[in-house]
């Protein structure tokens, strides 16, 4: 391991206490390849201020990565271009004290984060600073085990391709949409296990007495109010402007809960049960009578979802009730999968907001009838319709493509829905638009083309799943930029396909159809 080190006496005394750890390639530099050349340094404006933030309370460290194997890079290449990275975020007021290179192709493995982090403790001595204070933003859950075995608290960034190292990140760790909000989230939570242990306990309070508390969920956040307890439940309707024909999930944290709710649960919605419970699966059930009418807007049945992101779980075990939550977002709008997204929607409405990060999956549940003899598919989500059809040993009826009148099941499940203050459009062809700057683009996979306008790229690497964790926040940051339309192609209709094309086509759907040449 070698490193290039900066001055820390100059430091004040009150950073000389903690330290940040930051992965060099998804976190400091944008672009997630492994950076080989000076030219390919990518820092953004919201990148350096996020790390401008946490260097006036951390210590500040960068370790990268590069694959010496291939012999396509050489240590003093290295050394060269995190020297010139020093020096852009140094001229931007950015401080690192050291940029450490982990060799993880030499034959000495040692310095590698993933799989011995001495280092760390090498500066933690060096610079006599509270390893179990510290934190690590990384984009590799590998680093993870040796760095939490320290005592260090991990991020985990949604950064490109790293959404596919989801699969190996336990459900209780942190993800993040960028660097912004994990520093955000690092500023709001010093002691992270007890910040977010209180943060459990007020809003499991709140809960009791009557409060709207928001919290994360795998899929987007919810808004929730004690089920059983009717003004509560009312006031979610107000704030977000619902109409009460409209109802809402109950979630629950155990099958006991289930019991409380619903008197039947027929053999193939237990099977669904089995296999996707805790997840991102709603029932609907005939309901037992002690649940409100305002849950179900006075329907007979009532939809129930058994979480798995370990912050709602928690929330609804303290709480001792079900839980009745809609996404946290107006009526109508896009849903939020972060905690600064329900604040931009829903400042001074909810008595308690719980930061459990982003949201891994990105898109809401899916819906599935199971009150009759087939189940019917009211909403689809992140769960491949055919697997849920081999585990529920039966065809499942697909009725959310139908429109509202012929959708009697489904009520509450609009055409318009997910929708931007901007228009979207979905259109065949984005690049007849190309030369607009007026207008912005969704995209999917390496595209090549020169758009005028602004693009966000829901997944260079066509993922269906990254498309999914980045299509609201997407949505959002192109609406903020004040353009005359957003323009999307619709994606791949084959696994989460389905749902973000749902939301897409939902989001864009205009009661007079809409002319392309015309926006
Ligand atoms: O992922 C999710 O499902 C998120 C998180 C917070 O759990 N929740 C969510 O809730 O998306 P909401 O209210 O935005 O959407 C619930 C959908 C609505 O379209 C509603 O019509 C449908 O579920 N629904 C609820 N109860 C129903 C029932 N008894 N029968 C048919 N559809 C129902
Ligand atoms: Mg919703």
Not at 187 to 204: F, N, S, Y
Not at 206 to 211: N, T, V
Request: proline share 7%; aromatic share 8%; with cysteine.
């Amino acid at each position: 391991m070698f490193t290039t080190t900066n001055s820390f006496w100059n430091l004040p005394m009150d950073k000389q206490r903690a330290a940040v750890f930051l992965d060099r390639d998804g976190i400091i530099n944008a672009d997630t390849s492994i950076l080989e050349h000076p030219d390919r340094i990518c820092l953004t404006p919201e990148g350096i201020d996020a790390l401008r933030n946490l260097g006036r309370r951390y210590l500040l460290f960068v370790f990268a990565r590069p694959d010496f194997s291939g012999k396509r890079i050489a240590p003093r290449e290295v050394a060269y271009i995190n020297l010139a990275l020093d020096k852009l975020l140094r001229n931007s007021g950015v401080d690192i004290l050291e940029w450490c290179v982990c060799p993880r192709a030499l034959k000495d493995q040692r310095g590698c984060i993933d799989s011995d982090p001495f280092f760390l403790k090498q500066t933690a001595e060096k610079y006599g600073f509270n390893l179990k204070r510290s934190f690590i933003i990384s984009i590799n859950p590998q680093d993870f085990p040796a760095t939490e075995a320290l005592g260090i608290f991990s991020l985990f960034l949604l950064s490109g391709p790293s959404v596919t190292h989801l699969g190996n990140l336990p459900d209780d760790r942190l993800v993040f949409h960028s660097l912004e909000h994990a520093a955000s989230w690092i500023g709001k939570h010093p002691i992270p296990m007890v910040d977010m242990d209180r943060a459990l306990t007020d809003g499991a309070c709140s809960i009791k007495a009557g409060g709207l508390v928001a919290f994360p969920t795998e899929t987007v956040y919810g808004l929730g109010a004690d089920a059983f307890n009717h003004l509560a439940v009312a006031r979610i309707f107000e704030v977000k402007k619902r109409p009460l024909h409209n109802p809402l999930i109950v979630h629950i944290a155990d099958i006991a809960q289930l019991e409380q709710l619903v008197d039947e649960v027929s053999p193939v919605a237990l099977r669904l049960i089995n296999r996707y419970w805790p997840g991102p699966l709603s029932l609907v059930f005939r309901k037992k009578s002690a649940v409100p009418d305002i849950v179900t807007a006075g329907q007979p049945t009532v939809a129930v979802r058994m979480p798995a992101h370990p912050m709602a779980s928690e929330l609804i075990r303290r709480s001792k009730t079900p839980i009745a939550a809609p996404s946290a977002n107006a009526f109508g709008r896009t849903s939020a999968t972060s905690a600064q997204h329900v604040l931009d929607q829903l400042q001074n409405v909810c008595d308690v907001l719980i930061d459990g990060g982003a949201c891994r999956i990105g898109v809401e549940s899916t819906v599935v009838t199971v009150t009759g003899t087939k189940p019917i598919l009211l909403r689809p989500g992140a769960i491949p319709i055919e697997d849920m059809e081999t585990t529920a040993d039966t065809s499942i009826l697909r009725k959310y493509m139908l429109p509202m009148e012929n959708n009697p099941e489904s009520p509450g499940m609009m055409n318009t829905h997910y929708q931007t203050a901007t228009p979207i459009h979905i259109v065949e062809d984005c690049l007849p638009f190309a030369g607009r700057t007026d207008i912005g683009f969704l995209l999917f996979g390496q595209t090549g083309d020169t758009f005028a306008g602004p693009t966000r790229n829901l997944s260079h690497t066509s993922d269906l799943k990254e498309a999914a964790v980045n299509l609201y926040l997407a949505m959002r940051e192109l609406d903020a930029l004040g353009l005359k339309a957003i323009v999307s192609k619709l994606l791949p209709e084959t696994g989460i396909g389905y749902a973000i094309n749902d939301r897409l086509r939902k989001a864009s759907f205009k009661p007079d159809g809409f002319d392309s040449q015309k926006d």
